[in-house]
């Protein structure tokens, strides 16, 4: 049983670099989310570890997400 559409709200964060979860396979998953549930990030020049290459940054994205709640 799927229940992806009955969260609140989902959160991706990726990097256009992820080898290990490349954005050819998150964009589809963020398309199937219903439009006022989700929230999409895309860093460039980022792998799939973005809280070990840039902790500020990503700090600071989780810090204004969770503003908006």
């Not at 998150?26 to 020049?45: A, G, Q, S, V």
């Not at 973005?50 to 908006?68: H, K, Y």
């Amino acid at each position: 049983m799927c229940l992806i559409g009955k969260l609140f709200v989902c959160t991706i964060v990726s990097g256009d670099r992820d080898a290990v979860v490349p954005l050819g396979s998150t964009l589809p998953i963020y398309d199937k989310l219903p439009e006022d549930k989700r929230c999409m990030h895309i860093f460039h020049d980022v792998g799939h570890f973005p809280n070990g290459q840039i902790p500020a940054e990503l700090t600071d994205l989780f810090v204004l997400f969770a503003g908006r709640l």
